[in-house]
């Protein structure tokens, strides 16, 4: 059966539909998502063996290196009992380094699988694989320095199982802002809801691009730009580290440059961090956090919010597979 519904809002249903863009959820869709986020965490966590994507094959097409999304996808599928056909660098090792197009690369693996996960560098890509794809629902796994909305999700429901609500929080963003898909994808999320107010710590060359921020701030989300760690406020209920993302340079001596700037280390969290101030990453760390926070008990990187990824994750397929309800 042909696919009938492209790239648009989920509106409570998400079954075959895809996953582009935090643009397509609404609150309520957050919601939904969650509840199954929960019971997924109970088949997850508690390894309850699962049938729920039996007989399923997902497609995880990654055109960009990644070891934490891939692996993350691909224990989600698994955990419920589906399988995956794994293409890693698909520019070295498939029929793409012989010149076949993106197109029909997913024209091909959608006669073989459910769904598709796809990453790739250049912003646009994953919408283009879901107009290619005319049977199967296409995941974006990150594109470019676009979006990345299964991180976003799972960001979001970290923060909501730490503060236990999506509004009237105060975040702290730091980083890279201009290429950082994840963070694109957050500030889209936090939108939805009311009385969020953000503030970005970036170096200047990292801004927001003027486009999004004009953007962003229309949405109805507070965005505060600010430059110095003295300027976070003392009261946030996150703070949101990134990593500044090299491959985005043209040179390595512009990297070089603004790279690190801001590390979050015990001197930090003791001069601005509160009680309930949560620490939050989406990972590869490259120096911006140092490994002395690792143990503090408000740091969510590597322990909830790693997990909360696989969870959400599977709650994401099952409900776009049509699984769940
Ligand atoms: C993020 C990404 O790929 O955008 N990582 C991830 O999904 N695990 C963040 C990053 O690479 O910095």
């Given at each position: 059966?042909?696919?009938?519904?492209?790239?648009?809002?989920?509106?409570?249903?998400?079954?075959?539909?895809?996953?582009?863009?935090?643009?397509?959820?609404?609150?309520?869709?957050?919601?939904?998502?969650?509840?199954?986020t929960l019971k997924m965490r109970d088949i997850g966590a508690n390894a309850r063996?699962s049938?729920?994507?039996?007989?399923?094959?997902?497609?995880?097409?990654?055109?960009?290196?990644?070891?934490?999304?891939?692996?993350s996808?691909?224990a989600s599928?698994k955990q419920l009992?589906?399988?995956?056909?794994?293409?890693?660098?698909?520019?070295?090792?498939?029929?793409?380094?012989?010149?076949?197009?993106?197109?029909?690369?997913?024209?091909?693996?959608?006669?073989?699988?459910?769904?598709?996960?796809?990453?790739?560098?250049?912003?646009?890509?994953?919408?283009?694989?879901?107009?290619?794809?005319?049977?199967?629902?296409?995941?974006?796994?990150?594109?470019?320095?676009?979006?990345?909305?299964?991180?976003?999700?799972?960001?979001?429901?970290?923060?909501?199982?730490?503060?236990?609500?999506?509004?009237?929080?105060?975040?702290?963003?730091?980083?890279?802002?201009?290429?950082?898909?994840?963070?694109?994808?957050?500030?889209?999320?936090?939108?939805?809801?009311?009385?969020?107010?953000?503030?970005?710590?970036?170096?200047?060359?990292?801004?927001?691009?003027?486009?999004?921020?004009?953007?962003?701030?229309?949405?109805?989300?507070?965005?505060?730009?600010?430059?110095?760690?003295?300027?976070?406020?003392?009261?946030?209920?996150?703070?949101?580290?990134?990593?500044?993302?090299?491959?985005?340079?043209?040179?390595?001596?512009?990297?070089?440059?603004?790279?690190?700037?801001?590390?979050?280390?015990?001197?930090?969290?003791?001069?601005?961090?509160?009680?309930?101030?949560?620490?939050?990453?989406?990972?590869?760390?490259?120096?911006?956090?140092?490994?002395?926070?690792?143990?503090?008990?408000?740091?969510?990187?590597?322990?909830?919010?790693?997990r909360n990824g696989m969870y959400v994750r599977m709650a994401?397929?099952?409900?776009?597979?049509?699984?769940?309800?």
């Amino acid at each position: 059966m042909a696919k009938s519904v492209k790239t648009t809002t989920i509106n409570g249903n998400f079954k075959g539909k895809d996953i582009l863009s935090l643009d397509q959820f609404s609150p309520k869709d957050i919601s939904i998502l969650f509840k199954r986020t929960l019971k997924m965490r109970d088949i997850g966590a508690n390894a309850r063996p699962s049938e729920i994507l039996k007989g399923n094959i997902v497609t995880l097409i990654f055109y960009e290196p990644s070891s934490r999304t891939f692996g993350s996808f691909g224990a989600s599928v698994k955990q419920l009992g589906g399988a995956t056909i794994d293409i890693l660098d698909p520019k070295s090792f498939s029929s793409v380094s012989k010149g076949e197009t993106l197109e029909d690369t997913i024209r091909v693996f959608e006669a073989y699988c459910d769904a598709i996960v796809i990453r790739h560098p250049n912003m646009g890509t994953a919408q283009k694989a879901a107009e290619a794809a005319q049977h199967v629902p296409v995941i974006n796994a990150g594109d470019g320095i676009g979006e990345h909305p299964s991180q976003a999700l799972l960001d979001l429901f970290t923060i909501y199982e730490h503060a236990e609500k999506l509004d009237g929080l105060t975040g702290v963003l730091a980083g890279d802002m201009l290429n950082g898909r994840t963070v694109h994808s957050l500030i889209r999320g936090l939108a939805k809801y009311k009385k969020n107010k953000l503030y970005l710590l970036s170096p200047k060359e990292l801004k927001l691009s003027r486009e999004d921020f004009r953007k962003f701030s229309e949405s109805g989300i507070s965005l505060i730009e600010i430059s110095s760690t003295q300027d976070i406020p003392r009261d946030a209920d996150f703070w949101y580290w990134t990593r500044v993302q090299k491959e985005r340079f043209k040179s390595l001596r512009k990297y070089e440059k603004v790279k690190n700037k801001f590390i979050l280390d015990n001197r930090l969290i003791s001069e601005r961090a509160g009680i309930n101030t949560i620490f939050m990453h989406p990972l590869p760390r490259v120096g911006e956090i140092l490994t002395e926070v690792d143990n503090d008990p408000r740091a969510a990187y590597l322990r909830t919010e790693v997990r909360n990824g696989m969870y959400v994750r599977m709650a994401l397929i099952a409900l776009v597979l049509g699984k769940i309800k």
